[in-house]
């Protein structure tokens, strides 16, 4: 399912499960497909995606996905609203590591999974995406850059 996905990252959500649909007729259940394609998201792109639901089943940070949408188009447009408003990006010594997150700054570090939670702040909390070895190999990735 990941592959399918990767090769198709330009898809809208409806035409990606009807060609999974076609390749795998067993798997009928639309609703379970659909849960199978956000949690294969999550696995390669390490970003929790899901359908839009009512708000009350929504997770907190889950990126989402609308049936009319591709997920190039979602990712993109999530990770830009992210960035818009930034201040200009200053550079860190070479020495700054999430110790002196915690010693110099207060903060409590919480570790996540999510590349959507990255750098999130809860009060004195700051969340950081504990797998730089993914984003490396992510950053020559072509289906991502499409």
């Known amino acids: 399912m990941v592959s399918m996905i990767r090769e ?16 795998r007729p067993e798997w009928s259940d639309r609703e379970g497909l659909r849960h199978s394609v956000a949690f294969a998201t999550r696995l390669w792109l390490m970003v929790q ?21 591709s997920l190039s188009d979602v990712v993109r447009k999530h990770f830009s609203q992210a960035s818009q408003g930034s201040q200009p ?49 992510m950053r020559g990735c072509e289906a991502i850059t499409r």
């Open 49 to 69: 995606v899901q359908n839009v639901l009512p708000r009350s089943s929504q997770r907190p940070r889950a990126v989402p996905w609308p049936p009319s949408s």
């Open 8 to 23: 198709t990252p330009g898809s809208k959500m409806s035409d990606l499960l009807t060609k999974i649909e076609a390749n």
């Open 89 to 137: 990006i200053k550079q860190f010594s070479s020495g700054f590591n999430a110790c002196m997150l915690e010693k110099i700054g207060g903060f409590v570090i919480r570790w996540t999974d999510e590349l959507s939670s990255h750098l999130r702040l809860d009060d004195k909390t700051i969340y950081l995406y504990q797998h730089a070895s993914v984003l490396k190999c």
